[in-house]
C-alpha cells in the first residue's frame, strides 16, 4: 500500500462527465490499495470566469495591493466546487471521501497574494485521513497566507499544489491527468513525427517548462526535483481500465537509456523589446529591469549590444505577448530616468530550444543547432543558453520549419523509445 | 459614529452594475461616520447553478449525510465571490474592506450542515476591523460547523447571517437592502391597495415570514426579536443618494400608533395532504408526521377529524408544494406500519393570514375574517390560528378575491400611515 498523489486539469473536470471518468482513475487506486489525495483544478473556463469578473470590478491591481487579496478569495472559488463535486461522485460511488480547502489542510504560502509561494505543509491530518481509507480531494492552486487569507499560487498552481502535497506527505508518485498523454518530443501539431518520451529527467523537464512548454508547471518540477517526487504526466481521456503509459519526469539515474537531446521547444508567446541608446552608466539598464519587476513583467534573453553613439548601449530583452504592452508603457513612464531615445518591439517571434542532459557532456550540440538553421537560411535573432539548453529567437513565420528541420537534425524523429510497450 | 450591519440580497448583487450600486448605499454609511460589516447573498441565479452542479454529482443525499458537507463546501462558493467584489469595487472607490468568510470571522455552527444554525460569532476580530475604519464584507448564508468545514444556513440564511452579526457586534440597526422598498400590508401584485408599513413588530414580521412572506427570513426575524435589533428593510433599487424610508421591524414599544391587524399575508405554495383512515391508536399518527420530519419535509396545519369507520380518523395536513410528492412517497412506503387506506392530496389550495398584535386585545377579528369569507361565498378548508394571526386554508382559485376583500375589510386599505414621509 502506497501513498499516491492524483492530479486533475481543468479539461480534465470540465463537467459532471468529466468529473465522473476523473472518479473512475481515482477509484482504480483506491481499489489496488493505495491511500489517496486527489487535487483539482477549477472547471475549465471557470478560473476565466471569475477573473474576468474580478477585472469587471476594477481596474488590475499593482503588486501586494488588497485587490489581489480579494482576487484570490474570488478565484479560489473555482478549485472549491470541484473538489466538492468530486468528492459527491465518490461517495455516491460509495467510496469514503471528503474535499479539503488549501486552508483546512493547511497548506501555508507567503504574503505574495496572486502567485504565492508555498512555505508550509502539515501533511499530519491529510495523511491520517487517507492512510485511514478516505480519499482527500485537495482544491489544488491554493493556500491560507500568513494573514490568514486565502491566496493563490498563480496559473497553473495545481500542479505545484499536486506536487507540494506528494513530497509532504511522502507519495511513491505523483500522476498528473490531463488532456494529452504524454509529453513530446517536440508539439506533436508541429510535426507528425514527434514522439511521447517515456521518461525524462527533472532538469530536462524544468527546462522544457520554462521556455513553455504547458505541460507541467515550471515550480512543480522544481518541487518534484528537490524532493525526487517521480511525476508521472497521463491522460484523462484513456480509458480508466486501461491508462496508458505516459510520461514520467524522475532523476536522471532513474532513465537507462538518456538521449543526447530530449526535445526541441517552441514558444509562440514571445515578444521583444528593443531599447535604443540607453546612457552606459551604472543604474539605467538596473532601472529597467527593476521597473518591470515591480510590474510583475517577465522577462527573458537580455541582450546588451553597442550602441553607434559612444557612451550608449542597447538593451534588449523578451518578454511574453501577453506582458508586451503593459511593458512598453512602464517604460515609457520612466524615459527620463532611464534616459533611452526610443523603443523597438516584436511581436513577429518566437522562441525554440533545444534541450537535453546529454550537452553536458556531448560537445556539437550547439554546433548541429547553428548549422541546421543557416542551411534553411534562418536568421538567429538572440541567443541564451542554459547548461542543457540552447534557445534561440527567430521569426515566428519560420519557426515550424525550424522545429522539424530541428527534430530531424538530432535524430528524434527515428528514435525508438525502448521502455514504452505503446512504441 | 455607530455600528451598522447592512445586507444585500441576490438580486441586489446580481452583476457588477448592481454591485456597485450596493458600494454606493455602502459608502453613503461610511460617510456618514458609521462603522460598518456588509452581509451579502450570492449573486442571483449562482446559487441555483452551484445546487443543480451538486445534484448533477449525485442523488439528493438523506439527512446528515457526508453529502452535505460537500454540498454547502460547493455552495458556499456564491457568497465567497460576492464578498470578494464587492470588496474590491470598495477598494477602488479608496476605501479600506476587506472580505471575510464566515470560518474567518469565525462564525460557528452546529453540524446540521445543509441547514446549520449559528451557535456562536467571534465579534472581536470583525468589530476591531469595523471600528478601524475598515469595511468588512462578510459571506451571507455560511459559518464553520464544530467539525472545522464550511456549514450553510438554508435558503435565505444570509438575513440571518446579517442579524447575528448585528447582534454579536451590537450593530444600531441591520438594514436589509433588497429588490421591494419594504414590508407591505399585503402582495402588492395583488391589490394596488397594498401601502408600505413604516413599523411592524418583530411578533408580527415573525408570523408574515412564518407564512410565506418572502421579504426576510424567519430565523432572522426571530433573532432581531432575541437581540432587540431593529431591522429595516430598504429597496437596493432605489437611488442611493435618496432611499426611501422603508419598513423598520422593531419592538412593539417603539410603535407609537399600532393597528390591530398589520397585514394579510397569502401563501400560494401551499398543498393538502389528507391521510384516509388512520386506526386511532397511539403511535400511528406520530409515525406519520416523525417519519415526514426525518425527511425534512415541512408540515403545517394538522387536523384530526373522525373517520366514519369506528376506531379509525382521518389526518389532514398541508406541506409546500416542492415538498408534496416526496411526502406522498414517504408515506406510501409507510403504509402498512401506519395501516391506512388511502391518500389524498390537493395543489389547488392556498393560505391566507391575517396577522396583528392587536388581535391580543382586540375582540371580534377572526368574526370578522369569517363573516367577510363566508359573504363573498368563499369555503374554508382547514383553519390555523396562533396568538396573532388566524389562517384560513382555501381554493387558490378564491385567494386573490379574498386577500382584497380582507384588506378591506380590516381597514387596511384606507389606512394613513403617520410616520411615514413618503406616504
Given amino acids: 500500500?502506497?501513498?499516491?498523489?492524483?492530479?486533475?486539469?481543468?479539461?480534465?473536470?470540465?463537467?459532471?462527465?468529466?468529473?465522473?471518468?476523473a472518479a473512475a482513475f481515482v477509484r482504480r487506486e483506491v481499489d489496488a490499495g493505495n491511500s489517496v489525495a486527489v487535487v483539482v483544478?477549477?472547471?475549465?473556463?471557470?478560473?476565466?470566469?471569475?477573473v474576468e469578473l474580478s477585472e469587471e470590478a476594477g481596474p488590475p491591481a499593482p503588486a501586494l495591493d488588497a485587490r489581489f487579496v480579494e482576487f484570490d478569495a474570488i478565484v479560489a472559488t473555482g478549485e472549491q466546487v470541484t473538489a466538492g463535486l468530486l468528492a459527491l461522485v465518490l461517495q455516491n460511488l460509495g467510496y469514503r471521501a471528503r474535499s479539503w480547502q488549501g486552508w483546512q489542510i493547511p497548506l501555508k504560502?507567503?504574503?505574495?497574494?496572486?502567485?504565492?509561494?508555498?512555505?508550509?505543509?502539515?501533511?499530519?491530518?491529510?495523511?491520517d485521513a487517507i492512510d485511514g481509507g478516505e480519499i482527500a480531494v485537495v482544491t489544488g492552486f491554493q493556500g491560507i497566507a500568513d494573514d490568514d487569507r486565502i491566496s493563490t499560487l498563480g496559473r497553473g498552481g495545481s500542479d505545484t499544489s499536486a506536487v507540494a502535497l506528494a513530497a509532504a506527505v511522502g507519495a511513491a508518485r505523483c500522476d498528473i491527468y490531463t488532456d494529452v498523454d504524454g509529453v513530446y518530443?517536440?508539439?506533436?501539431?508541429?510535426?507528425?513525427?514527434?514522439?511521447?518520451?517515456?521518461?525524462?529527467?527533472?532538469?530536462?523537464?524544468?527546462?522544457?517548462?520554462?521556455v513553455g512548454a504547458k505541460v507541467l508547471q515550471t515550480r512543480s518540477v522544481e518541487i518534484a526535483m528537490a524532493y525526487n517526487t517521480p511525476v508521472?504526466?497521463?491522460?484523462?481521456?484513456?480509458?480508466?481500465?486501461?491508462?496508458?503509459?505516459?510520461?514520467?519526469?524522475?532523476?536522471?539515474?532513474?532513465?537507462?537509456?538518456?538521449?543526447?537531446?530530449?526535445?526541441?521547444t517552441p514558444d509562440f508567446n514571445e515578444a521583444s523589446v528593443t531599447v535604443l541608446a540607453v546612457p552606459d552608466?551604472?543604474?539605467?539598464?538596473?532601472?529597467?529591469?527593476?521597473?518591470?519587476?515591480?510590474?510583475?513583467i517577465n522577462i527573458d534573453m537580455i541582450v546588451r549590444s553597442a550602441?553607434?553613439?559612444?557612451g550608449f548601449a542597447t538593451r534588449s530583452f523578451t518578454t511574453t505577448e501577453k506582458d508586451l504592452e503593459r511593458a512598453?508603457?512602464?517604460?515609457?513612464?520612466?524615459?527620463?530616468?532611464?534616459?533611452?531615445?526610443?523603443?523597438?518591439?516584436d511581436r513577429n517571434v518566437a522562441k525554440v530550444s533545444v534541450i537535453g542532459l546529454g550537452m553536458k557532456s556531448h560537445a556539437g550540440v550547439a554546433g548541429i543547432m547553428f548549422q541546421t538553421l543557416a542551411d534553411k537560411g534562418i536568421n538567429i535573432q538572440n541567443i541564451s543558453t542554459s547548461e542543457i539548453k540552447i534557445s534561440v529567437l527567430i521569426n515566428s513565420d519560420a519557426a515550424e520549419y525550424a522545429v522539424r528541420a530541428l527534430h530531424d537534425a538530432y535524430g528524434l524523429d527515428r528514435q525508438a523509445v525502448a521502455s514504452d510497450p505503446k512504441a
Fill in 1 to 21: 500500500m502506497a501513498r499516491i498523489v492524483m492530479k486533475f486539469g481543468g479539461t480534465s473536470v470540465a463537467d459532471i462527465e468529466r468529473i465522473r471518468a
Fill in 232 to 264: 508521472r504526466v497521463l491522460s484523462s481521456f484513456d480509458p480508466p481500465d486501461a491508462p496508458g503509459p505516459g510520461t514520467t519526469i524522475c532523476n536522471e539515474d532513474d532513465i537507462v537509456e538518456q538521449k543526447t537531446v530530449a526535445a526541441i
Fill in 109 to 127: 504560502t507567503d504574503l505574495q497574494h496572486g502567485r504565492a509561494r508555498i512555505t508550509d505543509i502539515d501533511d499530519t491530518n491529510l495523511a
Fill in 307 to 310: 550602441s553607434r553613439e559612444q
Fill in 328 to 345: 512598453i508603457e512602464t517604460l515609457n513612464e520612466e524615459k527620463k530616468v532611464i534616459g533611452f531615445s526610443s523603443l523597438q518591439s
Fill in 41 to 50: 483544478s477549477a472547471m475549465s473556463g471557470e478560473t476565466n470566469r471569475l
Fill in 185 to 210: 518530443t517536440t508539439d506533436p501539431r508541429l510535426t507528425k513525427l514527434a514522439r511521447r518520451i517515456a521518461k525524462v529527467s527533472y532538469e530536462e523537464m524544468l527546462e522544457m517548462a520554462s
Fill in 281 to 296: 552608466e551604472p543604474g539605467r539598464a538596473a532601472r529597467i529591469f527593476t521597473r518591470l519587476a515591480e510590474e510583475r
